[in-house]
T-cell receptor, first 113, second 113 residues
Framework: GAGVSQTPSNKVTEKGKYVELRCDPI?????LYWYRQSLGQGPEFLIY????????DSGLPNDRFFAVRPEGSVSTLKIQRTERGDSAVYLC???????????FGQGTRLTVV | AQSVTQLGSHVSVSEGALVLLRCNYS??????LFWYVQYPNQGLQLLLK??????LVKGINGFEAEFKKSETSFHLTKPSAHMSDAAEYFC???????????FGIGTKLQVIP
């Protein structure tokens, strides 16, 4: 596609529920990143994929968070047993291998009530 | 560990005046440095990047930034503010590549007619 696509754009869920957030990167971009942006804060790194593998998942806050990229393209961020503190905008970005410029999607705004 | 400090969460300038947004970084290795802009309800857009080439970096929309190693700074400037520059600006740093970018808290720029 022309840009990084994230779906849904908005998600409201109840505390304790499971959610999946989807990211469709720019075609041909092998690197994919997930960030989380809380209100009034800058984006916070969660996880980085190079191809199908998670090269760095040190930013995932706890084991309720998990991400996959099974075919090296689309990625899904999964959050189990959601908590109100998980409410934030989840950003996805992609880049070509070896290119420092990452292109960001518009994000998914997650609200846990 | 890498970190970024943006001085001033809100900056107001008059239309036509100089824009100066301050960023200081901390990095244990030669860093890559970035400025991103975020317009309301939109994703992050890269303004410019420093990747160890020229220390004065020119970006889009008339913005530029100068890497000063002795001051560990990467301040963003524009000679003459335009109303369309009103947005939030994020400084970011990565060490040894692009896999894990640390963002500052952001500076909201207001342009007064």
């Amino acid at each position: 596609g022309a840009g990084v696509s994230q779906t849904p754009s908005n998600k409201v869920t109840e505390k304790g529920k499971y959610v999946e957030l989807r990211c469709d990167p720019i075609s041909g971009h092998t690197a994919l990143y997930w960030y989380r942006q809380s209100l009034g804060q800058g984006p916070e790194f969660l996880i980085y994929f190079q191809g199908t593998g998670a090269a760095d998942d040190s930013g995932l806050p706890n084991d309720r968070f998990f991400a996959v990229r099974p075919e090296g393209s689309v990625s899904t961020l999964k959050i189990q047993r959601t908590e109100r503190g998980d409410s934030a905008v989840y950003l996805c970005a992609s880049s070509r291998h070896g290119d420092p410029e990452a292109f960001f999607g518009q994000g998914t705004r997650l609200t846990v009530v | 560990a890498q970190s970024v400090t943006q001085l001033g969460s809100h900056v107001s300038v008059s239309e036509g005046a100089l824009v100066l947004l301050r960023c200081n970084y901390s990095s244990s290795v030669p860093p890559y440095l970035f400025w991103y802009v975020q317009y309301p309800n939109q994703g992050l857009q890269l303004l410019l990047k420093y990747t160890s080439a020229a220390t004065l970096v020119k970006g889009i929309n008339g913005f530029e930034a100068e890497f000063k190693k002795s001051e560990t700074s990467f301040h963003l400037t524009k000679p003459s503010a335009h109303m369309s520059d009103a947005a939030e600006y994020f400084c970011a740093v990565s060490e040894g590549g692009y896999q894990k970018v640390t963002f500052g808290i952001g500076t909201k720029l207001q342009v007064i007619p």
